[in-house]
């Protein structure tokens, strides 16, 4: 008897096993695909897959196949090095401006870390000490906080400020003066 079409073309997970298999060899990668993926405790005690985990495992094999060409290993670091580079860049440009401009540039850090060493450990210096002076503060008496605060709007005010009157030579002390009329 032959064989149906069904039968031919065998199970869809055969089917996917072998198209990965393919895609490995193509690319001169062997990825694990025996070890549990990363959620598989928190998915065995709920019974719910965490997205955020597979996701950045997807993020982990699709870099690990880029990096495996040496042509795309290549144009990866060069690809992360300008993004990073000019995220860190806009960072820098807004620190002195009220907004985001430290967590943008860390963010240009962050970009960098995924392929350079160094990023990586300056990008961890710089969480551990954020996370301890975060916790220092939460355990300064209250009074003491609110003058740390104090002295960071004092700061905030006078950044903006010099950057008001150096970029558009515009004193604002002597405009809010005479807009009310002191």
Known sequence: MKPSSMEQMGSGAKLAETTGEDEE????????????????????????????????????ETLELIRANPTGRMILRISVAIAGLAVFAL????????????????????????????????????RRNVRAWTSWIGRQPLPLRLVIGVVGLVFVAFVV??????????????????????
Do not use: C, M, Q, Y
């Open 91 to 126: 960072g820098i440009l807004l620190i002195p401006l009220p907004g985001p401009g430290w967590f943008i540039v860390i963010g240009g850090l962050a970009i960098w870390a995924i392929e350079f060493t160094w990023a990586k450990k300056l990008l961890d210096f710089t």
């Open 161 to 182: 400020w010099a950057s008001v009157k150096v970029s558009l030579d515009i004193d604002l002390i002597t405009e809010t003066r005479d807009f009310f009329g002191w």
């Open 25 to 60: 060899r193509r690319h001169g990668v062997t990825l694990d695909r025996g070890s549990p993926p990363e959620n598989s405790e928190d998915e065995a005690l709920t019974g719910v897959s965490t997205p955020e985990r597979h996701h950045r495992g997807r993020i982990g």
